[in-house]
């Protein structure tokens, strides 16, 4: 990647991270009390996430000729989504992570019962700003697709199943159907759905949401490869959260299966492949493969 | 309450709960692969539920004109939120109770991890099961709205709000504002939605979805108030958890604050509120009238 290409995109990114937490704090300072669960969804929800997932909504969507700002509630409700499932992931009974984004993760602040239920409520308040806002020129029908791929991806046939069979394959001897099946379900589900529900809404047709569907897959395990990566090789500082993690877990990565550099050759196979799905889409896609690109080049 | 009523509602309610049950064992037998996620969700999911909120979609429906059949995916989602709920409440570090309905709760069974999977995959799955069947001749538009009611119902304004006050109350000193608002929002919530969310979808007209939004509120806390009752009085086969675990907790209930003579009386008081709010439906809503008069009758 070129430096101007990657310094424009550096840019882009951090313009819509703005767009998408400016949405996320007037939505939660209209409607949310100040209580302990409160301050508990919030402290995670604005603890320095990168809002990947909801760029790639909004982006996706420009690709297809959408009109993004008319679709932030979608973006927001997977962010949210997004945020729950890291808050429950760090939990003691599950990868009992005491650090997250360079924060004490959600637990060790509020302790253990305030912290599963600051998840609950943010999962489940992402399908009220899924569902509450219907006067910005978006279908019901639509509506109802977008929130039927949201949960489909999120639940016990996309995220959950993806977490479960993590928490199972602990301890087990690696192998590759299982990595592929976690890294598909744990991040990738919710990545691919990001970029579909984009499409979606901009009223792509099949053809198109199909291209971006193979995008958003390629990139999902792209982006999970490089987070094994980090693991290893970044610095606390940088990740926010404390490497070597999953060697001291023995959890089941790339690297562990493949070593460092297969597993980059690899991210990078798969960023080709994405950005050669969405070939023949017009300029218009091309903040869609410059994401492709940083997310191997990336250093958090 | 005659023994006559009695013996009607008690069968009205089996034959009602067969109708949900079957629905949502048709539902996961369609969808769900063999996996110890899946398992940990039906085993909760099938554990002897008496499913009254979504009887009430289903009563409240009718009451109102719909055709109850063509409204069993909101009814059973309403049973997954409310199956999540009790998966979460259980866990050791919330109520830390270990039975539940007479069998061993889901992480006494499946350990804590798997327990809280389990129940983040079952609310999510209610809104898959909410937006994925549009073609009963429900309209998208009542649709959205009867999500937009479960989710802020289930959300951090409702039910998860009261489980968080809950947790907060245990060992602070009795009050009366605290024990309304826990009741309110923690077992009120749902119970109210559930029977709005039938009205809905029945394209009520306002001024009755109010009238069953006081009846809904009424029953809840009665309701609760019985739940409470029972927990000192009943015994454990009957009712499926030990008694007196409120009592050892310090949780905050009617019975500490007035005595379970006064509670019973105030529990008779809602009913009658409730039976008069929709006195000026037609013999179509007898059925909510003796759900209603059941409640303070039932003995688990």
Redesign the interface.
Known sequence: MQIEEKCMIKEYLKTRKEIVDRFIKEYFSL??PS????DA?TYSLFAGGKRLRPILTLTSNEACGGEPEKILHYAGAIELIHT?SLI?DD?P??DDDDLRRGKPSNHKVF????A??A???L???A??M???C?SNGI???S???A??E???A????GM??G???D??AEESEPNFDTLTFIHKHKTGALITTSVRVGAILADADNSDIESLTEYGNNIGIAFQIMDDILDIEGNTAELGKKTGSDEKKKKLTYPALFGVEQSRKKAYTHIENAIEAISHFSEKAEPLRAIARYIVERNH
Request: charged residues 10%; proline residues 2%.
């Open positions: 409607r949310s209580t302990t669960l409160h969804m729950y429950h939990l009974s599950m302790g253990e019962a305030m599963i239920l998840g609950d409520a999962l489940t308040e399908f009220t899924l569902s509450c219907q279908s019901s029908a509506s109802l697709r929130i039927y949201i949960s489909h999120a639940g016990p046939h959950v199943a977490q479960a069979e928490i199972l």
